[in-house]
Nanobody, 112 residues
Framework: VQLQASGGGLVQAGGSLRLSCAVSGASVTVVGWYRQAPGKERESVALMTGGGIISYADAVKGRFTISRDIIKRMVYLQMNSLNPEDTAIYYC?????????WGQGTLVTVSS
């Protein structure tokens, strides 16, 4: 199983980015995005269950949207109204056959 995240970059506060995660070797049913800011622990940002139930961290509710394309095996994170507190490395994860698989991370930097 391999995951390749992309779409990170430098954006000004108030801007938007769309992260993508290409998955090979696994289905994209139970998926999630996480982030780790400098000096902080990794935290959950957005999760989607196999049945499509979605949950978001309070800090991103109303600004971030997780989605998936089961046929293409892609997971997305649309991020709007970004602020400097969103600066972090973002990781995608899939749960497949009892195991958790992570992408390599993509850096998002939001300037004020």
């Amino acid at each position: 199983v391999q995951l390749q995240a992309s779409g990170g970059g430098l954006v000004q506060a108030g801007g938007s980015l769309r992260l993508s995660c290409a998955v090979s070797g696994a289905s994209v049913t139970v998926v999630g995005w996480y982030r780790q800011a400098p000096g902080k622990e990794r935290e959950s940002v957005a999760l989607m269950t196999g049945g499509g139930i979605i949950s978001y961290a309070d800090a991103v509710k109303g600004r971030f949207t997780i989605s998936r394309d089961i046929i293409k095996r892609m997971v997305y994170l649309q991020m709007n109204s970004l602020n400097p507190e969103d600066t972090a490395i973002y990781y995608c994860k899939v749960r497949y056959r009892g195991g958790d698989y992570w992408g390599q991370g993509t850096l998002v930097t939001v300037s004020s």
